[in-house]
């Protein structure tokens, strides 16, 4: 069988990963699955930056609005769900792209995922109730003690990753990141990686730009619709929550707004640092010339 293929494109928010994959997915003649863990919400369009229909209409596009808020879905249903999508893709085409910037979705489709034990759920409890009783601090601190490996790499503002290492930790006497890079199934494709990227000061105006023009294109009301399921895991995110918290009559709607540009800016330096761990990921200027990365790509290919 002739060798397969996976062009994973990656990068921070709004950067224009998907101008690019609709540009290769059309010069390769191919497909794209989508790995953005927010766009697979047929709810909420206009705060996950959901490609326009006329991109959706330029190449075949999957994994797009294609579940809702209030179905359980998880990174590890999409790799079984993802792996299943290639395969059948894999049947007409030697090439498939790959977009998005949720790097634990990402790495499940390339790598897949950690296999981790199954821990006593009154843990996770006893965890969310110290976090409500004492706040994040408490949780950082027993981190750093258990498991200071992944204490310097995870994202310690993010209370569900922090809990579920801490799980870990505590429910199997081990390190959480002894758990990591054992080896896993393999994969059919080969992957090859390019990323998308700016200077910061350029990809911090671009973010700034792009919420303006969401709350100019409906965000809030499209927040208000979804207010009544404000609980749920998905809608924990940001251009949500902090619209949430002005409906709550909690904040002003312009503070709000800045909130929503702040935490975008601080969920792309989190992305930068992630995918920049990968060295095997070739960077491109977000200005590249097509023909710079087709070039590059067909090195690998031919």
């Known amino acids: 069988m002739k060798q397969k293929y996976l062009i994973s494109i990656v990068g921070p928010t709004a950067i224009g990963k998907t101008a690019l994959s609709i540009k290769l997915a059309q010069y390769y003649n191919t497909e794209i699955i989508s790995c953005d863990s927010r ?79 199954k821990i006593d759920p009154a843990i996770r409890e006893e965890l969310t109730q110290r976090l409500e009783l004492e706040g994040i601090e408490s949780l950082q601190n027993q981190l750093k003690a258990l498991d200071p490996i992944t204490y310097e790499k995870i994202a310690l503002d993010n209370p569900q990753r922090l809990s579920r290492a801490l799980e870990i930790c505590i429910g199997s006497g081990k390190q959480y990141s002894s758990f990591l890079n054992v080896k896993k199934n393999s994969r059919i494709f080969k992957t090859i990686s390019i990323g998308v990227t700016a200077d910061r000061e350029l990809m911090y105006e671009r973010i700034n730009n792009r919420v303006d023009i969401m709350m100019e294109n409906g965000l809030l009301e499209e927040v208000k619709n979804l207010y009544p399921h404000k609980g749920l895991n998905a809608l924990n995110t940001v251009g949500y929550k902090e619209l949430f918290n002005y409906l709550d009559q909690e904040w002003e709607l312009d503070f709000a707004v800045s909130e929503i540009k702040k935490n975008t800016r601080r969920f792309a330096k989190r992305q930068v640092t992630w995918f920049k761990r990968n060295k095997e990921t070739t960077w491109f200027d977000f200005q590249y010339k097509l023909d710079d990365v087709t070039n590059y790509l067909q090195q690998i290919l031919k």
């Open 39 to 117: 766009q697979f919400f047929k709810e909420m369009t206009i705060g996950t930056a959901v490609p326009e229909p006329e991109e959706q209409a330029a190449a075949p596009h999957h994994f797009i609005q294609n579940k809702s808020i209030l179905e359980e879905y998880n990174v590890g249903t999409f790799e079984l769900e993802a792996i299943s999508k290639l395969e059948e893709l894999y049947k007409k085409h030697d090439v498939v792209i790959m977009v998005g910037g949720s790097g634990l979705y990402v790495n499940a489709v390339i790598n897949g995922l950690d296999d981790f034990p």
